[in-house]
């Protein structure tokens, strides 16, 4: 693990996807300042980041990817492109497969599960809220709420019934809460 760790650490399964979509795209610059916290090439990918470095590098790449004046669309598409590269994974195939099967709503309230799988301190909560309506907690989206809703928007048009309008409805330091809605 990079030099001054947290206790909040984000796995290796988050950022290898995030590499391989950017790498070859990335200015020199932008790589030097990833390689400071040990991301990319000539690193070896490690077990885990902070994830105040993580989320500097979402940053640094969304930025360079996705320019534009607003930084929560930048990271949005970016969050969405890392988990379309993941999917293109035989884990990914596999959790995407898995979330066709249970459906929407039953994936959507095991994501705490999933993001788990990619961090060690993000928990969630899900609550139906209407009809084809929802909203998910998430404890802790380290300033980077828009790559979280581009990883939630992923979904929309691969399984049935997964919400296509995903905003952030309220932050509240650390955390955000997300409107969900499957539009019909």
Known sequence: MPAGSSSKLIFSSSVEPLIKISWEKLKPETKQK???????PPHKVEPAYPAESWATAVKLIAAEL???????EQHRSLGR???????EGVLGKAMFSAARLFGAKR????????????????ETKFTVT??????????????????YAGILSAGSGKIDGWPDR?????????SCLYSLTVAR
Do not use: C, M
């Open 81 to 87: 492109a890392t988990v379309e590269q993941f999917t």
């Open 166 to 174: 995903i905003e952030i409805k309220q932050r509240d330091g650390a």
């Open 107 to 122: 994936t959507l309230e095991r994501l705490s599960h999933n993001l788990r799988s990619g961090a060690n301190f993000i």
């Open 66 to 72: 996705f320019p534009g004046p607003v930084d929560e």
């Open 130 to 147: 209407g009809t084809d309506a929802y909203e998910l907690w998430l404890n802790d989206v380290t300033d980077v709420p828009g790559f």
């Open 34 to 40: 990833l390689g400071a916290f040990r991301i990319g």
